[in-house]
């Protein structure tokens, strides 16, 4: 990449507008698409989450789409000189969705009160957070098509920007608008967090991603969630297994 970085001053970037999570969608028109591999250098750091948490399923590398990996080189150049995009997620195989699934279903029924609620009210919160391993290649879950990635900033030092919550956090404070509800009556430390994510979700949304609106970190490309937002037909299929992906992954 020989693109000089573009400087982002604070007074550009504007509010990040509250939405609702996506509804099922089911306009596709897929195509063929092939997978990279996303590895570290001076735009991209990877620290892929899920073998850290000890996840038995968890995919080490950093696999997205080579549509998705050109429009992170752009986002990725769009962030203030220094600073890089770090990757927490990518491609998912299905067994890790269903892992995910069972694990945290357990978490965020305890940690919202949702003892008491009907199934049908349970799940619906569960599926802000973590998608229904539904084994349905042509709607599946989002991070088994390659278009879907979690990512955050990293600055000059290599520590993460302040975005106000962890990854995977069960929390209201992950909806990445979160911050923009109190208006401009902020202290300098929530403003700071708020700066952070309307940064993060300018470069990316400026590349043509969409982001799910419960989680701050998560973008979209290609995959149903886009396809909603944008109102075009989804352009990537599920792939299950790494066994899957047509010809292997190329480094880049």
Request: net charge negative.
């Amino acid at each position: 990449m020989t693109e000089d970085r573009k400087t982002t001053e604070s007074g550009e970037r504007g509010a990040i507008p509250d939405r609702a999570d996506p509804e099922r969608y089911e306009v596709r028109a897929f195509r063929p698409s092939g997978f990279l591999e996303i590895t570290d250098n001076e735009y991209f750091a990877v620290e892929m989450q899920y073998p850290l948490l000890g996840m038995r399923n968890a995919q080490l590398r950093c696999l997205v789409r080579e549509e998705v990996y050109e429009r992170l080189a752009r986002a990725a150049k769009a962030l203030p000189g220094g600073m890089r995009l770090k990757f927490l997620d990518a491609w998912r195989p299905f067994a890790l969705q269903k892992e995910l699934y069972e694990t945290y279903s357990a978490r965020i029924i305890r940690d919202f009160g949702l003892g008491d609620r009907s199934e049908e009210e349970r799940s619906a919160v569960i599926r802000k957070f973590v998608s229904d391993p539904v084994p349905d290649r042509d709607v599946p879950p989002v991070h088994t098509t390659g278009g879907a990635v979690d990512v955050t900033i990293i600055g000059e030092d290599g520590a993460e920007l302040d975005m106000g919550t962890g990854f995977d956090a069960f929390t209201e404070k992950t909806w990445t608008a979160y911050f923009e509800r109190a208006g401009g009556n902020l202290e300098n430390m929530t403003s700071r967090i708020r700066e952070n994510r309307r940064l993060l979700y300018r470069v990316m949304t400026g590349a043509g991603f969409t982001n799910l609106p419960s989680e701050w970190w998560h973008f979209d490309y290609g995959d149903r969630f886009w396809a909603y937002y944008e109102k075009k037909p989804a352009i990537y299929r599920g792939v299950f297994t790494e066994e899957e992906i047509d010809g292997g992954s190329k480094e880049k």
